[in-house]
């Protein structure tokens, strides 16, 4: 009997012993799974924490401030085109990149002359509040009361481009160096206003991208954002097999600000403020710190930068030629000595 006893009491400390085993196996896998998890975690944050690296992509408070700096954006473009036109117009050839020489450009559904004559841009005063003193990007956007969807694009005077060492347009239209996007961030003043409002930005390989900031229904100034969805996939989906040098510069240009006007309202003026516009991104490369420095080896990148640089401004002059003719045009101008045909009845 007592014997028996023992036996049972053995087979159930082998039982017990198995069980506690079992569990201790468990356990550290949970703690396992829960650490990698937590590192998982501990990378997107550290992730989203590289990302919240914020580049001014256009301040219309310093862009209205003017200076050395706004002057130098200016764009000349009469050395192609002055055997054109005549010497009281060459002059003319230039376009400042002041806010007042921005475009408001309505969609082609909208291109009545009624809508040209009440859209305007203008720089405007804050005389309360936080930004007291600046000057901001003012818009007026005229809505006819058609029944469909309408909308207009702010736009830049030309195409902002950049010098080889990437300086000129930087914080006035460009950006430099710039990965995945994460966030972008538009200071605006709001009236209550039904339009929603986009950004679009081109990167250096011609891509387009557009941002949603939402409704303007709101009053007075607000941050609004928008934030990339797809930004941890993307960044997990980085090729790291691209060789380090040489890469060429990753930029980002606003191409337009856009407002768009839903069917069903019914309201045909539009007005609100724009201050700042602001991106929050990856870089696209690092400093190598490497014991040669390869660019001043090679000059790749500058050489590249330049190439981009030379095409951008041929196409700047290009457009702006061409916009220079359709206002002379549209003014019936006549060139100096022209006179144009006269009938004398006989």
Known sequence: ????????????????????????????????????????????????????VGSVLIDFSVLSAGGPEVEALTHDFSSQFYLSVSAEEVSQLKKPYTIDNWRIVPASSLEYPIVFAKSQIKPVLVTKGQYEGQSVLGIRAF????????????????????????????????????????????????????????????DSYGNTYEYSFGGLNFVG??????????????????????????????????????????????????????????????????DLNDSINHEDVWEIIRESSFERQQASIRANDVELYFRFLQERKKYNYKPAGDTGSTDTGS
């Open 221 to 286: 100034w607000k941050t609004v954002t928008w934030t990339n969805p797809q930004y941890v996939n993307l960044i997990n989906e980085v090729d790291t097999q691209l060789p380090l040098y040489p890469q060429n510069s990753a930029y980002r240009l606003i191409k337009a600000i856009k407002i768009v006007h839903p069917s069903y309202l019914v309201n045909e003026d539009m007005v609100t403020y724009i201050r700042d516009v602001t991106i929050l991104h990856d870089k696209a490369s690092i």
């Open 1 to 52: 009997m007592l014997r028996r006893f023992f036996i049972m009491l053995k087979r159930c400390l082998f039982v017990v012993l198995i069980l506690f085993f079992v569990s201790y196996h468990s356990f550290s896998q949970e703690v396992a799974d829960t650490t990698a998890d937590t590192g998982n975690v501990a990378g997107t944050a550290s992730a989203d924490a590289e990302a919240d």
């Open 143 to 202: 809505f006819p009361n058609f029944n469909y969807e309408m909308s207009y694009e702010i736009q830049p005077p030309f195409r902002p481009y950049n010098t080889e060492d990437n300086t000129l347009f930087n914080g006035f239209g460009s950006i430099d160096n710039v990965g995945e996007v994460y966030q972008a961030r538009m200071t605006v003043y709001g009236l209550n206003n039904q339009e929603r409002l986009f950004l679009i930005t081109e």
